[in-house]
């Protein structure tokens, strides 16, 4: 019995199509990840106030995840035979994420970052769908990426309902 294929999966010559699509999926995370690190620190910077020191101080540790997200989407991109791309192709989408007008505006920053997780969330489950039965490698990485994404996500849901049940939100 030697009928086997041999198949390389993603990396077999037949999956080009598939591997072009998946690098291209792979980049818009990697301008994701990398426009969240901006966001993350201009505001763990900017906030002002007692009661932002929490919120800062989650962001300040989350830049330094969301940049290893990045370094990981640009590893695997090389490893697909892509090619990370330059600052050129940069394109800023969260308008949500802009500083506010008052420093102090605390809640203005924890819905930004919530829509910036969910963001990342729908992508990333997107990849997740995308990449069954292609690429199990790119999909286990992006679950892991996914989890952190959903944690994120959940400690500023926190954040949030603790301003909504002062009604400061
Ligand atoms: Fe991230
Ligand atoms: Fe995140």
């Not at 301008?31 to 966001?39: A, K, L, Q, R």
């Not at 420093?103 to 990449?131: F, K, L, M, S």
């Not at 292609?134 to 679950?143: A, G, H, N, W």
């Amino acid at each position: 019995m030697n009928t086997s294929t041999n198949s390389k999966g993603i990396f077999d010559g037949a999956s080009a199509e598939e591997r072009r699509h998946l690098v291209e999926l792979l980049a818009e995370a990697y301008w994701m990840e990398i426009e969240t690190v901006m966001s993350y620190l201009a505001a763990s910077v900017n906030l002002d106030g007692v009661r932002a020191q929490e919120v800062k101080q989650s962001l300040e540790e989350d830049v330094e995840e969301e940049l290893g997200h990045a370094r990981r989407f640009a590893s695997r991109i090389k490893e697909l035979y892509g090619v990370v791309p330059g600052s050129r192709d940069f394109s800023a989408e969260q308008t949500f994420l802009q500083p506010p007008e008052h420093q102090t505006d605390i809640v203005h920053i924890i819905r930004g970052v919530i829509e910036a997780e969910t963001g990342a969330i729908e992508h990333y489950t997107r990849i997740v769908e995308e990449t069954e039965g292609v690429d199990p490698v790119t999909q286990d990485m992006v679950i892991g990426i996914l989890r952190d994404e959903q944690g994120h996500r959940r400690l500023f849901e926190g954040y949030l309902r603790e301003f909504e049940a002062e009604g400061t939100a």
